[in-house]
């Protein structure tokens, strides 16, 4: 197993770096060093000079991947991509444009991401998978139909319209919560009952028809024929057997995802006003902090990665059958 | 099963029985609400720069303007606008030196102007770490890791102190301005003005400093020599030139005083590791000191308690509506105890929360504007009949601000000085309209420009008895009329483009509108403005693309036609007609004059229009230079927008006043009224709530009964 995760880790490496150099492409094909400092430095009365300044100040007055200047590994070592990329693989974030340190600013943000993200999760969970037991206990009857097509109405219905209808229902007509806004300790409760609403209601379409195809697949299977010829009941079949084995899959794709419940909802967080990671990766987009778009990025792939190999490891644990090499 | 229902029925007792009239949507916790005399308001984007030597844009100063405090400031009430002291003590004394820096005998021997400023005595700062001091020494200013195990924001330094406002503080902040390391936005223009101010930038610049200890140590030990301290309350500034200006210059967030202590607190890498920084916890003597910065969530502004103390503003010599003085004049400023400003990025959750009345006050949004506002019988603004049985109040002004198309004077089509060139920017100029343009894009808002200067403004040009005469006749009554399409049309046939086509290559003539943005709002824009160029039978082709881009066009000059605007930095003519000025050029000298206008006359009459005071002579200079670029139309003079706000019936003493940023310590609250409005308008529905439980009952109760049902099915099966 220790093999297998240290190979993991290797096999990261490149995968890291592409991902690096895909971003840092992007990003300055788009904009160059220029353009980026007159956005940060405002619209009026802008100098050369000043923007020269403040590309030397963040080493953007460097060549982006190759310096003519130089010779040997220094031409290589003198650019933008090397400067900035080789740090983040010791996880230094370094500072962002506008001068603020990313890490402290990620490890404050993180947490109001998890507020949300972790009760949307696992509330989530709990529902649809009763609703989906459900829809399997009444299946090829009107309720398991209608089910279905009232999901799939859930699912094409867009999380824009979840937020404004849940903020106009639940916080303007009822005034039964703040519309937005978040605050630290127990005060966030009343702030994240909504979002955690709406999150599950939005989530309620594609995860009960998800969780409803593994129980399907599962009840066709022999030892299911062989409980029922022994005269279970049908909910001690779906309860005792189905579900029980159900849960590999379920189980193994939830731990892929909680890595990256750090990274936050773009839209919710935004709506709602919740200082988390998702919005902190739009403003940067928004205001082309590349540092922090940057950083973001390198960490979304490593948290992705861990959850892969979470996953792996986590199938060893429920199936015995499984081994890894 | 006797037993689950006993249980469902005690469950829904206890649910009913907590619910409260309480509201439950309050996004504050109830003792700010009911305590203090808070101010919420909201903020849409977090202010990147809270460093007064850099902050440049509104929602900069909406903060940094309460907590530092320039040497003057402008009066609330007065109009028009007039500058006041503010921590200086009398308007300062202006003496006019010849080159030997003796007294000028006369105005042509002018070559330098003297400022002699004095400040007021007994000024304090704000609290600060960065002034206390342990046996004689600054406690605070060479920090280690230990010493900040657990500092996390400014407010858990233990021990402050603080300390008397010195001319000192003035003077390094200017010098502040001069390093390059602190990218003032300002530096360029006051190297043109101050006194050896360019040689103090590039001496500073030009050398190498191990540290930034010894940056702040060099600033603070070496002189700009056209500044000089006279004593702890006096200083002077010597100008190059006559610049009246600069008193404006003067009460702007950029001259506000900079303890040295401050700065080389900040200066620690170990702070700035931990993102305290300068930048984010600003320093200042004004009436309020920021004690919560997190501009991801919300901002906290609380009142200084070092403050002096200031009256409010009387004009009861000439001001008709006395109420102001009755309530206030005698009270102490600042009236609020706390101000706290929420992020609010969405429009939907900002307005719905202003409705609630968790907001003071708000502007409106375009997609609220039929909520807000509508027309009444006589065609005036008024507020809808919800708003108005809520109390709220509606302000409307218009803005020191101009919105503009305009051409790029180094275009071989559309620009440059021959006939052939100005007279199709004036047939383009007649036939887009920008009436139409303001009632569909802005709701209504904005008044069409003459010429560059806003409202408010010397040399504004109203559209009644002073118009644009190139573009607008005289009709009946004094009213003026727009040109018509067929005096369009005829322009644009002796600019050789007959039904638009070019007359020398046969070929229709096709002009380019550099574009950005993408939202629905840009492309009904451009679909408008093809519609514009059609009614002259012109062909516009729209070149999207994004700010970027369209910054390198502008900058490279290879744009054609562009939209632009400009927000006033203070209320003189100067600040606008520079935007035509041929040394602001910004494809030559990478100025603010987007349209590389240049005009030898108009250029010579603004070197002598910008140095004078307001004047009859001054208004004859002005109206001649509007003339001018009136028939060379180098823009589409376009619109001055209207700015509108709401308020509640507690927040008082709301003023317009466009060129203040210091307005919060007038505002006042009543807050009885909030309470018991927002009380009233929020009492909490429960039927949802009692819907879903029936619901979730009903379902729990009819799947049992059916699992039961199949269950037994499925056994005799």
Request: proline share 4%; aromatic share 14%.
């Given at each position: 197993?220790?093999?297998?995760?240290?190979?993991?880790?290797?096999?990261?490496?490149?995968?890291?770096?592409?991902?690096?150099?895909?971003?840092?492409?992007?990003?300055?094909?788009v904009?160059?060093?220029?353009?980026?400092?007159?956005?940060?430095?405002?619209?009026?009365?802008?100098?050369?000079?000043?923007?020269?300044?403040?590309?030397?100040?963040?080493?953007?007055?460097?060549?982006?991947?190759?310096?003519?200047?130089?010779?040997?590994?220094?031409?290589?070592?003198?650019?933008?991509?090397?400067?900035?990329?080789?740090?983040?693989?010791?996880?230094?974030?370094?500072?962002?444009?506008?001068?603020?340190?990313?890490?402290?600013?990620?490890?404050?943000?993180?947490?109001?991401?998890?507020?949300?993200?972790?009760?949307?999760?696992?509330v989530g969970?709990?529902?649809?998978?009763?609703?989906?037991?459900?829809?399997v206990?009444f299946?090829?009857?009107k309720?398991?139909?209608?089910?279905?097509?009232l999901c799939?109405?859930?699912?094409?219905i867009?999380?824009?319209?979840?937020?404004?209808?849940?903020?106009?229902?639940?916080?303007?007509?009822?005034?039964l919560?703040?519309?937005?806004?978040?605050?630290?300790?127990?005060?966030?409760?009343?702030?994240?009952?909504l979002?955690?609403i709406?999150?599950?209601?939005?989530?309620?379409?594609?995860?009960?028809?998800?969780?409803?195809?593994?129980?399907?697949?599962?009840?066709?299977?022999d030892?299911?024929?062989?409980?029922?010829?022994?005269?279970?009941?049908?909910?001690?079949v779906?309860?005792?057997?189905?579900?029980?084995?159900?849960?590999?899959?379920?189980?193994?794709?939830?731990?892929?995802?909680?890595?990256?419940?750090?990274?936050?909802?773009?839209?919710?967080?935004?709506?709602?006003?919740?200082?988390?990671?998702?919005s902190?990766?739009?403003?940067?987009?928004?205001?082309?902090?590349?540092?922090?778009?940057?950083?973001?990025?390198?960490?979304?792939?490593?948290?992705?990665?861990?959850?892969?190999?979470?996953?792996?490891?986590?199938?060893?644990?429920?199936?015995?059958?499984?081994?890894?090499? | 099963?006797?037993?689950?229902?006993?249980?469902?029925?005690?469950?829904?007792?206890?649910?009913?029985?907590?619910?409260?009239d309480?509201?439950?949507?309050?996004?504050?916790?109830?003792?700010?609400?009911?305590n203090?005399?808070?101010?919420?308001?909201?903020?849409?984007?977090?202010?990147?720069?809270?460093?007064?030597?850099?902050?440049?844009?509104?929602?900069?100063y909406?903060?940094?303007?309460?907590?530092?405090?320039?040497?003057?400031?402008?009066h609330y009430l007065?109009?028009?606008?007039?500058?006041?002291?503010l921590?200086?003590?009398?308007?300062?004394?202006?003496?006019?030196?010849?080159?030997?820096?003796?007294?000028a005998?006369?105005?042509?021997?002018?070559?330098?102007?003297?400022?002699?400023?004095?400040?007021?005595?007994?000024?304090?700062?704000?609290?600060?770490?960065a002034?206390?001091?342990?046996?004689?020494?600054?406690?605070?200013?060479?920090?280690?890791?230990?010493?900040?195990?657990?500092?996390?924001?400014?407010?858990?330094?233990?021990?402050n102190?603080?300390?008397?406002?010195?001319?000192?503080?003035?003077?390094?902040?200017?010098?502040?301005?001069?390093?390059?390391?602190?990218?003032?936005?300002?530096a360029?223009?006051?190297?043109?003005?101050?006194?050896?101010?360019k040689?103090?930038?590039?001496?500073?610049?030009?050398?190498?400093?191990?540290?930034?200890?010894?940056?702040?140590s060099?600033?603070?030990?070496?002189?700009?020599?056209?500044?000089?301290?006279?004593?702890?309350?006096?200083f002077?500034?010597?100008?190059?030139?006559?610049?009246p200006?600069?008193?404006?210059?003067?009460a702007?967030?950029?001259?506000?005083?900079?303890?040295?202590?401050?700065?080389?607190?900040?200066?620690?890498?170990?702070?700035?590791?931990?993102n305290?920084?300068?930048?984010?916890?600003?320093?200042g003597?004004?009436?309020?000191?920021?004690?919560?910065?997190?501009?991801?969530?919300?901002?906290?502004?609380e009142?200084?308690?070092?403050?002096?103390?200031?009256?409010?503003?009387?004009v009861?010599?000439?001001?008709?509506?006395?109420?102001?003085?009755?309530?206030?004049?005698?009270?102490?400023?600042?009236?609020?105890d706390?101000?706290?400003?929420?992020?609010?990025?969405?429009?939907?959750?900002?307005?719905?929360k202003?409705?609630?009345?968790y907001?003071?006050?708000?502007?409106?949004?375009?997609?609220?504007?039929?909520?807000?506002?509508?027309?009444?019988?006589?065609?005036?603004?008024?507020?809808?009949?919800?708003?108005?049985?809520?109390?709220?109040?509606?302000?409307?002004?218009?803005?020191?601000?101009?919105?503009?198309?305009?051409?790029?004077?180094?275009?071989?089509?559309?620009?440059?000085?021959?006939?052939?060139?100005?007279?199709?920017?004036?047939?383009i100029?007649?036939?887009?309209?920008?009436?139409?343009?303001?009632?569909?894009?802005?709701?209504?808002?904005g008044i069409?420009?003459q010429s560059?200067?806003?409202?408010?403004?010397?040399?504004?040009?109203?559209?009644?008895?002073?118009?644009?005469?190139?573009?607008?006749?005289?009709?009946e009554n004094?009213?003026?009329?727009?040109?018509?399409?067929?005096?369009?049309?005829?322009?644009?046939?002796?600019?050789?483009?007959?039904?638009?086509i070019?007359?020398?290559?046969?070929?229709?003539?096709?002009?380019?509108?550099?574009?950005?943005?993408?939202g629905?709002?840009?492309y009904?824009f451009?679909?408008?403005?093809?519609?514009q160029?059609?009614?002259?039978?012109?062909?516009?082709?729209?070149r999207?693309?994004?700010?970027?881009?369209?910054?390198e066009?502008?900058?490279?000059g290879?744009?054609q036609?562009?939209q632009?605007?400009?927000?006033?930095d203070?209320?003189?003519?100067?600040?606008?007609?520079f935007?035509?000025?041929?040394?602001?050029?910004?494809?030559?000298?990478?100025?603010?004059n987007?349209s590389?206008?240049?005009?030898?006359?108009?250029?010579?009459?603004?070197?002598?229009?910008?140095?004078?005071?307001?004047?009859?002579?001054r208004?004859?200079?002005?109206?001649?230079?509007?003339?001018?670029?009136?028939?060379?139309?180098?823009?589409?003079w376009?619109?001055?927008?209207?700015?509108?706000s709401?308020?509640?019936?507690?927040?008082?003493?709301?003023?317009?006043?466009?060129?203040?940023?210091?307005t919060?310590?007038?505002?006042?609250i009543?807050?009885?009224?909030?309470?018991?409005?927002?009380n009233?308008?929020?009492?909490?529905?429960?039927?949802?709530?009692?819907?879903?439980?029936?619901?979730i009952?009903?379902?729990?109760?009819?799947?049992?009964?059916?699992v039961?049902?199949?269950?037994?099915?499925?056994?005799?099966?």
């Amino acid at each position: 197993m220790i093999n297998y995760i240290v190979k993991r880790i290797l096999y990261a490496i490149p995968i890291l770096i592409g991902v690096n150099l895909l971003t840092f492409t992007l990003f300055f094909v788009v904009n160059s060093p220029d353009e980026v400092a007159r956005l940060h430095l405002g619209n009026k009365r802008v100098t050369q000079e000043q923007i020269i300044t403040w590309n030397q100040e963040r080493g953007y007055d460097k060549p982006l991947f190759y310096n003519k200047s130089e010779k040997g590994l220094e031409s290589f070592r003198k650019t933008i991509f090397y400067e900035k990329s080789l740090k983040l693989f010791l996880f230094d974030f370094g500072v962002s444009d506008s001068g603020r340190d990313i890490k402290y600013d990620i490890k404050q943000r993180m947490w109001p991401s998890l507020a949300i993200a972790l009760p949307s999760l696992f509330v989530g969970l709990l529902i649809n998978i009763t609703i989906a037991l459900f829809f399997v206990f009444f299946r090829t009857t009107k309720v398991d139909y209608y089910g279905v097509i009232l999901c799939v109405a859930l699912m094409s219905i867009s999380s824009l319209f979840y937020i404004i209808g849940g903020q106009y229902l639940i916080s303007k007509l009822m005034h039964l919560t703040p519309i937005s806004g978040y605050e630290h300790g127990y005060e966030a409760i009343k702030f994240l009952i909504l979002p955690v609403i709406i999150s599950v209601i939005y989530g309620i379409g594609s995860g009960s028809r998800w969780y409803r195809s593994l129980f399907l697949e599962e009840i066709e299977k022999d030892y299911v024929k062989t409980a029922r010829s022994k005269g279970l009941s049908e909910s001690a079949v779906l309860f005792n057997h189905v579900f029980k084995n159900a849960l590999i899959p379920i189980l193994t794709g939830v731990v892929v995802i909680l890595p990256l419940l750090f990274m936050g909802s773009l839209i919710v967080e935004s709506f709602f006003g919740i200082p988390g990671l998702g919005s902190y990766t739009i403003d940067a987009i928004q205001s082309q902090d590349f540092a922090i778009v940057r950083s973001m990025v390198f960490l979304g792939t490593v948290l992705y990665i861990i959850g892969l190999i979470l996953t792996d490891i986590s199938y060893t644990l429920v199936d015995p059958r499984v081994r890894l090499k | 099963m006797k037993k689950i229902f006993k249980n469902i029925i005690i469950i829904i007792f206890i649910v009913i029985n907590g619910c409260s009239d309480k509201p439950l949507n309050n996004p504050y916790s109830d003792s700010n609400i009911s305590n203090q005399n808070i101010f919420y308001s909201s903020f849409q984007e977090r202010p990147k720069h809270l460093d007064p030597v850099r902050s440049y844009s509104s929602n900069e100063y909406a903060f940094i303007a309460q907590i530092y405090e320039p040497l003057f400031q402008y009066h609330y009430l007065k109009k028009p606008y007039e500058l006041i002291p503010l921590t200086a003590s009398e308007m300062p004394e202006v003496l006019y030196l010849d080159k030997n820096f003796k007294i000028a005998k006369a105005n042509k021997n002018i070559d330098y102007t003297k400022y002699i400023i004095k400040i007021k005595k007994d000024i304090i700062y704000q609290n600060h770490p960065a002034f206390y001091k342990e046996n004689n020494i600054y406690a605070y200013h060479d920090l280690s890791s230990k010493d900040l195990e657990n500092i996390y924001t400014i407010k858990d330094f233990k021990l402050n102190s603080t300390r008397e406002l010195t001319v000192d503080d003035y003077i390094y902040q200017i010098k502040r301005l001069a390093d390059s390391k602190n990218h003032s936005p300002i530096a360029g223009v006051m190297q043109e003005y101050i006194l050896g101010f360019k040689e103090f930038k590039d001496k500073l610049n030009k050398k190498k400093f191990s540290n930034t200890k010894s940056r702040i140590s060099f600033v603070k030990s070496n002189d700009i020599y056209g500044i000089k301290k006279i004593d702890n309350y006096t200083f002077s500034i010597i100008l190059k030139r006559k610049y009246p200006q600069f008193l404006y210059w003067l009460a702007m967030p950029f001259f506000s005083p900079m303890p040295w202590e401050a700065d080389l607190f900040y200066s620690q890498n170990k702070l700035k590791k931990k993102n305290i920084t300068l930048n984010w916890f600003p320093v200042g003597t004004g009436p309020f000191k920021l004690t919560e910065n997190n501009p991801n969530l919300k901002m906290v502004l609380e009142k200084n308690e070092n403050f002096r103390g200031e009256v409010y503003p009387s004009v009861l010599d000439k001001f008709k509506n006395r109420k102001y003085f009755h309530h206030n004049s005698e009270r102490i400023l600042p009236f609020i105890d706390k101000a706290i400003y929420s992020l609010e990025k969405e429009q939907i959750p900002r307005w719905n929360k202003f409705l609630q009345g968790y907001y003071d006050n708000s502007g409106i949004a375009s997609d609220n504007y039929d909520q807000a506002v509508s027309l009444n019988n006589s065609g005036d603004i008024t507020l809808t009949d919800e708003l108005m049985t809520k109390g709220i109040n509606l302000k409307t002004s218009i803005a020191a601000s101009t919105y503009y198309i305009g051409f790029n004077m180094l275009d071989p089509v559309i620009g440059g000085k021959s006939d052939k060139s100005r007279l199709l920017r004036q047939a383009i100029s007649i036939a887009i309209d920008y009436d139409e343009y303001i009632s569909i894009f802005t709701n209504g808002r904005g008044i069409i420009a003459q010429s560059p200067i806003p409202p408010g403004i010397a040399g504004y040009q109203d559209g009644k008895t002073e118009f644009n005469k190139t573009l607008f006749n005289t009709a009946e009554n004094n009213t003026i009329s727009k040109k018509s399409i067929s005096e369009a049309k005829s322009l644009l046939a002796k600019a050789g483009y007959k039904n638009g086509i070019d007359q020398k290559t046969g070929k229709p003539l096709i002009l380019y509108f550099e574009a950005t943005g993408a939202g629905a709002d840009t492309y009904a824009f451009l679909n408008w403005l093809r519609k514009q160029f059609k009614k002259i039978d012109l062909q516009l082709v729209t070149r999207v693309t994004d700010y970027n881009r369209f910054q390198e066009k502008m900058i490279n000059g290879t744009g054609q036609i562009f939209q632009w605007g400009w927000n006033a930095d203070y209320p003189d003519p100067e600040n606008f007609l520079f935007l035509l000025y041929g040394k602001n050029g910004k494809v030559k000298f990478g100025g603010e004059n987007a349209s590389n206008y240049e005009s030898k006359k108009f250029d010579s009459l603004f070197i002598k229009m910008k140095n004078m005071k307001n004047s009859s002579e001054r208004n004859f200079i002005i109206k001649k230079m509007l003339r001018i670029i009136q028939e060379d139309c180098p823009w589409i003079w376009g619109f001055h927008p209207k700015s509108f706000s709401l308020s509640h019936k507690w927040l008082e003493n709301i003023e317009n006043n466009l060129m203040a940023n210091n307005t919060l310590k007038y505002k006042n609250i009543n807050n009885d009224i909030r309470i018991e409005k927002i009380n009233k308008w929020n009492k909490p529905n429960y039927l949802l709530i009692y819907f879903f439980i029936i619901i979730i009952i009903i379902f729990i109760l009819s799947t049992f009964i059916m699992v039961r049902k199949k269950d037994k099915e499925n056994a005799y099966d």
